[in-house]
């Protein structure tokens, strides 16, 4: 009798603590439940399932919640009129007189043997009796144990219809006369508050908060997943109920909508005008030789490398896009893309007579008698004139002439030797002196003497051109005792070119 007691008094904690609803935290279930990630709700583990062997010595395992039971394979569920969790001998419900005990093992389920006991049986809504009784078994759903019915009463349903059958708190009738579950959430019979979700449970309901929100008192508030460990690369985003990532200029979400992965704009949409070249989460535009970038940083303007410097050419520079030239004046020629250099046009277009010689100067030519003689004066030698001595008028004038031709840069710098003259034919016991004749009315020149023979012609004024000026430069010798005295020139002629290259 005892026992029964006992047997009864834990049958009813056990139907208690299903009744208890737990505050779950997010994924945490107690002993005997596991997570459900679709219903967002911890569910029955059913053990009888998943455990091998999990009753011994010929048992059976029936699944409840948070556990399970093993009974002896004759232990049938019968139907009990009285009331829930009320001790019913043995007698009055199935006739037998073997009866059955259970005891709680330390795995959530229970042993029947020996003695009888009666109670409802958690988590199936039935009042059940573990008697062994002889006959045959038909077996029910998931969580039903197996109903053995007597040999005198064959039919599953009783034959009077108005028969009721007592059912545990949760559940009701139906119309095969078992106890099921009243689905509260459905039936609208819950009282959960407008902000939760109602979650059917056999024999009961439960209000939780929606995914996203956590129960705070009596209020479901919203879990701002910005505020826990970093869930987004760069930027998270609150919303209620959930969050979102965000990636910063540059970057875009990849596929798992956490990492943000670079955008390389040089491929996607290439906004510069010459070259891009993609950096972390931006990029930059440069501009080929000769251009720089305009104010917008992403088009290429001509630099005028003209403007910026005056001395890039030696005459005139021609700026062009992206580079520049430098071009020379009539007569030049470009070296080394930025000098000017002389062209010697009587070796490439001389256009001189027959009769005349060609003579280049700096940016141009010009063509001069072959035979510069003038009467008396006859040529003897090349550009050499000498006048006879047997003609008597020669005796006033210089013996000889001799006609040379050079060519200076325009704005030559000051003072500069230009020129030498040398006596040809060295007397003994004679002065050789050496003047201007003509030429130097504006005093440009000056004739230094170097030695007893000879003479440097030096410039002293800048000349710009192009000009022509022809001077004559004397010498004169005299004996040492005065019995003799001569005079020749050298007829210069100097052709100042246009530029002072």
């Known amino acids: 009798m005892l026992k029964a007691i006992f047997l009864t008094m834990l049958t009813l904690a056990l139907v208690k603590s299903q009744d208890t609803e737990e505050t779950i935290t997010y994924t945490q279930c107690t002993d005997g439940y596991e997570w459900d990630p679709v219903r ?106 197996v109903i053995r019915r007597n040999p005198a009463d064959p039919q599953r349903i009783p034959a009077n219809p108005s028969h009721r059958i007592q059912c545990a708190t949760g559940y009701e009738q139906s119309d095969h006369n078992i106890c099921q579950d009243i689905d509260e959430c459905t039936a609208g019979t819950h009282n959960c508050r407008t902000d939760q979700v109602c979650i059917n449970l056999r024999g009961s309901f439960a209000c939780q908060c929606p995914p996203g929100y956590q129960k705070r008192g009596e209020q479901c508030v919203d879990i701002d997943e910005c505020a826990m460990p970093p869930y987004c690369h760069q930027r998270c985003v609150n919303t209620p109920g959930s969050f979102y990532c965000q990636c910063s200029p540059g970057f875009q979400l990849a596929a798992n909508n956490y990492t943000c992965v670079d955008i390389n704009e040089c491929d996607a949409s290439n906004q510069c005008a010459q070259q891009c070249y993609n950096i972390l989460g931006s990029f930059i535009c440069q501009c080929n030789q000769g251009y720089e970038l305009s104010s917008d940083r992403l088009n290429c303007e001509d630099i005028d490398e003209c403007r910026t410097s005056s001395y890039l050419c030696q005459y005139q520079c021609v700026n062009e896009p992206g580079k520049f030239s430098c071009m020379c004046p009539q007569g030049y020629q470009v070296v080394r893309s930025r000098t000017c250099q002389d062209i010697n046009e009587c070796e490439t277009t001389n256009e001189c007579r027959e009769d005349e010689m060609c003579w280049n100067y700096h940016g141009g030519f010009r063509c001069y008698p072959r035979n510069p003689c003038q009467d008396p004066y006859v040529l003897t030698s090349e550009n050499r004139c000498v006048c006879p001595v047997s003609n008597a008028v020669c005796r006033e004038l210089p013996q000889s002439i001799v006609y040379k031709y050079m060519s200076i840069r325009s704005d030559r710098s000051v003072p500069s030797d230009i020129f030498q003259i040398q006596a040809t034919t060295i007397y003994a016991n004679t002065i050789n002196t050496f003047q201007i004749k003509s030429g130097n009315e504006n005093g440009e020149f000056y004739l230094r003497q170097t030695s007893p023979v000879s003479a440097m012609l030096v410039l002293v004024k800048s000349l710009s051109g192009p000009r022509e000026y022809i001077v004559d430069l004397e010498m004169l010798t005299v004996s040492s005792i005065g019995t003799y005295r001569t005079s020749s020139v050298l007829r210069l002629t100097i052709i100042v070119g246009p530029f002072s290259f």
């Open 40 to 145: 967002q709700q911890c569910k029955d583990i059913d053990e009888c399932d998943i455990v091998p062997d999990a009753c011994k010595g010929g048992m059976k395992c029936v699944n409840h919640y948070g556990g399970y039971l093993c009974l002896p394979k004759t232990a049938q569920i019968i139907v009990n009129n009285e009331q829930p969790q009320q001790e019913t001998p043995a007698a009055e419900s199935v006739g037998a007189s073997a009866n059955a005990v259970a005891t709680s093992s330390a795995g959530g389920g229970a042993a029947a043997s020996g003695m009888a006991t009666s109670g409802v049986v958690p988590g199936t809504g039935y009042v059940v009796s573990a008697a062994a009784v002889a006959g045959p078994e038909v077996q029910a759903g998931r969580n039903n144990f």
